[in-house]
Every structure is written in structure tokens, then in C-alpha cells.
């Protein structure tokens, strides 16, 4: 699960900590998993005290597993946000590549990219989730100008 907090101070965008919640497969239940990411999201929102979070809404492909599993974890997500009273807001692919590159068709790349340019950060965030992370709250400033 990829994450990325940011703040805006008068014109300026700032990282304040990004990253990827991950779990083990090998050992651990599927609810354990879903419980430790449970955990590990309510610490972040602790810490942070954001007003709102943005999340990618669920799309279906043709992996009907994989998207199960996203979805429970946007349902342990969308739990820890509601049970700290934080506003939830959802945007599409299409909507988050838009208010980052400019265009809805943008490749993964160029999105990286330009999170990287309007945070000035030295590197494109590792792992990729955590780019996604931070491009979707990105979009979320963006879209409340």
C-alpha cells in the first residue's frame, strides 16, 4: 500500500513522509494482513492529523483476485479513516494522471516524474506505490484549488 502525506504552505507543496506499507505473504493469514495494515494506516493518520485523504477508486481488470484483494484493503483503509472522523475523497486513473501530468493518458513514468519536479524531491519515489501515493494526494491539492 502506497502513501504519501503532503502539506501546502502558502504556494509551496512539501513531502512530509511517503512510503509503502507492505506484508509478508508467506506467513500470514490474509486477515493478518488486512489487521496490519489496518494498524500501520491508523498510526500514520494518527501522526498526521490530515483534514481529508485521497484514494484511487477501485477499477476492475481482468483479475478478479487482484481486485478483491485491493478492494479489501481499501475497506480496512477507508475504515481508519472513518473511525478518526477524516473526510474521504476518491479519484479516478484518469482524474490523478490529469492533475499531475496534465493529460489523462499519461504513462506511469510521466506522472513519476512530475511528482518529482513539483516536490522537488532529488529521485522519483521508491517503490512505485509510494509515487502513487503521492501523486494522489497531489491530485487532491490540485483539485482543491
Same mark, same amino acid.
Given at each position: 500500500v502506497g502513501y504519501g502525506v503532503i502539506e501546502k504552505r502558502e504556494r509551496e507543496i512539501l513531502p512530509l513522509s511517503y512510503g509503502c506499507i507492505e506484508t509478508s505473504a508467506r506467513d500470514r493469514t490474509t486477515s493478518h494482513r488486512l489487521h496490519e495494515i489496518y494498524l500501520r494506516v491508523s498510526s500514520l493518520l494518527r501522526e498526521y492529523s490530515p483534514d481529508e485523504i485521497a484514494i484511487e =477508486?477501485? #477499477? #476492475? $481488470?481482468?483479475? +478478479? $483476485?487482484?481486485? /478483491?484483494? +485491493?478492494? =479489501? +484493503?481499501?475497506? +480496512? /483503509?477507508?475504515?481508519?479513516?472513518? =473511525? @478518526?472522523? /477524516? $473526510? *474521504?475523497?476518491?479519484?479516478? %486513473?484518469? @482524474? *490523478?494522471k490529469l492533475a499531475v501530468s496534465g493529460s489523462g493518458r499519461a504513462k506511469k513514468e510521466q506522472v513519476q516524474d512530475m511528482v518529482r519536479r513539483i516536490l522537488k524531491l532529488d529521485e522519483i519515489p521508491k %517503490? &512505485? &506505490?509510494a509515487a502513487d501515493g503521492l501523486a494522489i494526494a497531489l491530485c487532491h491539492i490540485h483539485t482543491l484549488r
Open positions: =477508486e477501485l #477499477f #476492475f $481488470t481482468k483479475n +478478479v $483476485t487482484s481486485a /478483491i484483494r +485491493v478492494a =479489501e +484493503v481499501r475497506g +480496512v /483503509i477507508l475504515l481508519a479513516a472513518e =473511525e @478518526q472522523g /477524516i $473526510t *474521504i475523497v476518491e479519484y479516478t %486513473p484518469n @482524474q *490523478i %517503490p &512505485d &506505490d
